[in-house]
T-cell receptor, first 112, second 117 residues
Framework: AQKVTQAQTEISVVEKEDVTLDCVYE???????LFWYKQPPSGELVFLIR??????QNEISGRYSWNFQKSTSSFNFTITASQVVDSAVYFC?????????FGSGTKLNVKP | GAVVSQHPSWVICKSGTSVKIECRSL??????MFWYRQFPKQSLMLMAT?????????EQGVEKDKFLINHASLTLSTLTVTSAHPEDSSFYIC?????????????FGEGSRLTVL
């Protein structure tokens, strides 16, 4: 069975703090993709990153970084020096066999 | 990146009426489109997979007679909520995958918020 768990329902930080959003997934397949999406209050999903199961290299994009560890089935997302504009719900998702499995989302509140 | 557009963005209707939501891939062809439903403060739940030229595949628990999906062309899929009731009020999101690719490169529409009075 495929499953994505985001244990953190809501996180509040003060601007400029670093914050890590956790994502743990379950799958028996060896080929899959992992994603992070941002959903601001307006509702649209904003694509942040896609990772395939064979690429465990961590990635950094500006203030965003991702840590993929197959050994622990985790794909965590870190925002460095958070900003108010980062406030949103963040979803981690697993994709294989033409289906997306979304986590329950983590609401991030960044206070000025 | 590719663009997926949904219309309408929001709709309010009376109970018992039917509502059609369109999902268009604007600059690419999509043999497969997906429809999701999102309740407030919850995750996206896959409702159905829409395949061009064939019947949609519905997820368990989704009433296919209630949520009619038509994927008549490579750039358009429609979701019709028939005889809508207040419990159908939700945020509906579609996504599309570039034809002939199975890499999870999905593009999401901006969503359609349905309120049934």
């Amino acid at each position: 069975a495929q499953k994505v768990t985001q244990a953190q329902t809501e996180i509040s930080v003060v601007e400029k703090e670093d914050v890590t959003l956790d994502c743990v997934y379950e799958t028996r397949d060896t080929t899959y993709y992992l994603f992070w999406y941002k959903q601001p209050p307006s509702g649209e999903l904003v694509f942040l990153i896609r990772r395939n199961s064979f690429d465990e290299q961590n990635e950094i994009s500006g203030r965003y970084s991702w840590n993929f560890q197959k050994s622990t089935s985790s794909f965590n997302f870190t925002i460095t020096a958070s900003q108010v504009v980062d406030s949103a719900v963040y979803f981690c998702a697993l994709y294989n066999f033409n289906k997306f499995y979304f986590g329950s989302g983590t609401k991030l509140n960044v206070k000025p | 990146g590719a663009v997926v557009s949904q219309h309408p963005s929001w709709v309010i209707c009376k109970s018992g009426t039917s509502v059609k939501i369109e999902c268009r891939s604007l600059d690419f062809q999509a043999t497969t489109m997906f429809w999701y439903r999102q309740f407030p403060k919850q995750s996206l739940m896959l409702m159905a997979t829409s395949n061009e030229g064939s019947k949609a595949t519905y997820e368990q628990g989704v009433e296919k007679d209630k949520f009619l999906i038509n994927h008549a062309s490579l750039t358009l899929s429609t979701l019709t909520v028939t005889s809508a009731h207040p419990e159908d009020s939700s945020f509906y999101i579609c996504s599309a995958e570039v034809a002939q690719e199975n890499t999870g490169e999905l593009f999401f529409g901006e969503g359609s918020r349905l309120t049934v009075l």
